[in-house]
């Protein structure tokens, strides 16, 4: 076993087996976006639940010297999926298990979601829904998110 493939098992123990993954076609779904040409698929993809998970992830790339990529809906333009260097060990920290409402203040125009909530009023998260207006509130979509 590898120092990395132990570094690896360690994070699978810290986070949970469902929770880490090396599977190519999700490696290979997380090594592009919607403009780079070339797939680069990270060394992992770890998922994040809860903020506790985001902090385990980034404690384990600096110890390991692993650098992290975070993922939303993969819908990225402008390449910020794709490692820069593809020799550098790269784990892609997918944030869309993090897809609540926190809460919503129309007195502040203000919306407080977790990072994997792409569209407050999509309804295809399992968040509690918003309806798209709410008071003077307007929720738009990302550009590149599905309607």
Known sequence: MTDITKALAELRAQLGLDNVTTSSSVLHSHGRDENFPEVRPPLAVAYAEQLEHVQTVLAWCRAHQVALI?????????????????????????????????????ENFLAVVQPGEARISSGTSSAPRVPASYGSMRSSPEPRSPA
């Open 70 to 106: 975070p993922f939303g809906a993969g819908t990225s333009l402008e390449g910020a999926l794709v490692p820069a260097d593809p020799e550098i060990l790269t784990i892609s920290l997918d944030l869309s298990p993090m897809n609540k409402v926190l809460s919503i203040q129309p």
